[in-house]
């Protein structure tokens, strides 16, 4: 596709629920960002991977967040235990290098835990 | 503390009239400032890039402005259409590929 793209879009849990949400990047697109947006708040920073390798994960907030890229494409965000808390749009973005590039985000998921 | 701060939160305007909407930062290092425009249920989109030499910047009715020295940023926008009614977020990029947002300020145009 021509854009970032995340699925689900929309994903309701139960607590104590794990989840997925999937990122497929823009076609050779080596960086790649997670990022969680409460409502009425602007992006924080979760995550971000150059190629497969994850090189910052210090915004993730617990571990049990955790994220993957294995082949230096999709991306997978796994949240394990669901809580509450963790209700939120997850935001994924993806550029050609890094520094200075114009980053692309996706739709994001919204995740409700319920 | 790298710290970006929009105002205001919020901004109500009618159609045909211009705006303008404040960032203050301050991230040192600082490589780079950016305005993005985030629609309501979509991801951001960028709107300008300015590195910290660069003092305005334009994109059709956007022109974004940056004093390097005091730190701040503006985004004016010319002539509002009910389809800029959006979340404007601010972004600074330190020297390490950090990118440090802003809460936004969400306007509203009304005809």
């Known amino acids: 596709g021509a854009g970032v793209s995340q699925s689900p879009r929309y994903k309701v849990a139960k607590r104590g629920q794990d989840v997925a949400l999937r990122c497929d990047p823009i076609?050779?697109?080596?960086?790649l960002f997670w990022y969680q947006q409460a409502l009425g708040q602007g992006p924080e920073f979760l995550t971000y991977?150059?190629?497969?390798?994850?090189?910052?994960k210090s915004g993730l907030p617990s571990d049990r967040f955790f994220a993957e890229r294995p082949e230096g494409s999709v991306s997978t965000l796994k949240i394990q235990r669901t809580q509450q808390e963790d209700s939120a749009v997850y935001l994924c973005?993806?550029?050609?290098?890094?520094?200075?590039?114009?980053?692309?985000f996706g739709e994001g998921s919204w995740l409700t835990v319920v | 503390k790298n710290q970006v701060e929009q105002s205001p939160q919020s901004l109500i305007i009618l159609e045909g009239k211009n705006c303008t909407l404040q960032?203050?930062?301050?991230?040192?290092?600082?490589?780079?400032l950016r305005w993005y425009k985030q629609d309501t249920g979509r991801g951001p989109v960028s709107l300008t890039i300015?590195?910290?030499?660069?003092n305005t910047k334009s994109n059709g009715r956007y022109t974004a402005t940056l004093d390097a020295d005091t730190k701040q940023s503006s985004l004016h926008i010319t002539a509002s259409q009910l389809s800029d009614s959006a979340s404007y977020i601010c972004v600074v990029e330190g020297s390490q590929g950090n990118l440090i947002f802003g809460k936004g300020t969400k306007l509203s145009v009304k005809p």
């Open positions: 991977f150059q190629n497969e390798a994850q090189l910052d």
């Open positions: 076609s050779g697109h080596v960086s």
């Open positions: 960032c203050n930062y301050t991230v040192s290092p600082f490589s780079n």
């Open positions: 973005a993806s550029s050609p290098g890094s520094w200075g590039n114009t980053i692309y």
């Open positions: 300015m590195t910290f030499s660069e």
